[in-house]
């Protein structure tokens, strides 16, 4: 005779998320910071919306005992690394990076060693290992700034993205080695069909992350990181924007100047590839339940933390 189990119920969630995650948030003195690709719901419920630069201030500032991170793996690893005694909370541990996936630690390391005489300034988004590698951390936001503080004869690996790096390269002068890595959202992006979108609206600006290939970059008429592109559509006199970067930004775009359009930057088919499939794996109910049971905590071995720290520090000051 057989006994056939029973499937586990699935855990109750409640029926007003908004009032359940301010209760815990009380309850476990904690903060939840939030990416701007994150859907709205969570950018609504974060105690903090930001950039990659903005979120590693916060992280770095906070005298919350509990970090709730919404946003993808490297990103909370970095409030990890900056907090190495507090709990460090991600909603969906697969909420990964294709950027941070695009430098292997062994192969970079490798790279590395075959060019001693260079230092290494690595973008944000990489993992705490390439971290630990690095002499230097930057984001969209201040790669440029750090690099002009770098001495003219000095060489620089520049990684994991090579269309940051190209674009930083253009506007510093400097001659970058970049590691060959890039983001499937901002690859994404079809030239035609954003010149068919101006055409059908000319009197809208194009605004582009540098994390785009050369060709999009070069038909915009701002190029920002996240938070530069969003106080650039609050300041315009333009009132419609095509929006070459992650959509989720757009939701405070909408709420800051809701007057205004904004149009995704289309992609090359018809999907909804210019949306980031791991910062869309968290949700506000994964939010709610990590917050409830304490899991997934963000761990990292200590030898990688301290090593991953300096970098982190260095860009912090130079910012």
Request: charged content about 20%; glycine content about 2%.
């Amino acid at each position: 005779m057989f006994t056939v189990a029973k499937p586990s119920s699935p855990p109750a969630i409640p029926r007003d998320l908004f009032a359940a995650i301010a209760d815990l948030k009380q309850e476990l003195n904690a903060i939840v910071l939030a990416h701007y690709y994150q859907e709205p719901d969570i950018q609504d419920i974060a105690d903090y919306i930001g950039d990659s630069l903005g979120l590693s201030r916060q992280a770095a500032e906070t005298d919350a005992e509990v970090i709730v991170f919404a946003g993808v793996h490297f990103m909370a690893e970095t409030a990890k690394i900056l907090n190495p005694h507090k709990l460090v909370l991600l909603p969906d541990l697969e909420a990964g990076c294709s950027l941070a996936d695009s430098c292997p630690p062994a192969e970079f390391a490798q790279f590395k060693a075959a060019h001693p005489d260079h230092i290494v300034i690595s973008y944000i988004n990489c993992t705490a290992e390439i971290k630990a590698m690095s002499d230097i951390i930057c984001t969209s936001s201040n790669a440029v700034k750090i690099v002009q503080q770098i001495p003219a004869d000095q060489p620089i690996i520049f990684a994991p993205d090579k269309n940051l790096g190209r674009y930083v390269m253009e506007q510093t002068g400097r001659d970058l080695l970049l590691w060959q890595g890039s983001c499937i959202v901002h690859e994404t992006f079809s030239e035609k069909r954003i010149i068919d979108l101006k055409v059908q609206n000319p009197t809208a600006e194009i605004i582009a992350h540098p994390e785009c290939e050369t060709p999009v970059l070069s038909h915009a008429d701002f190029i920002g990181s996240t938070t530069a592109l969003l106080k650039y559509t609050q300041t315009s006199a333009s009132d419609t924007f095509i929006v070459a970067t992650e959509p989720g930004i757009i939701h405070q775009m909408q709420k800051d100047c809701p007057s205004k359009t904004y149009i995704p930057a289309p992609s090359t088919s018809n999907c909804a590839c210019n949306e980031c499939p791991y910062m869309r794996l968290n949700t506000l109910e994964k939010l709610y339940l990590a917050m409830k049971h304490k899991t997934p905590e963000i761990i990292l071995p200590e030898a990688t933390s301290i090593a991953a720290l300096k970098p982190i520090q260095r860009m912090l000051e130079m910012s």
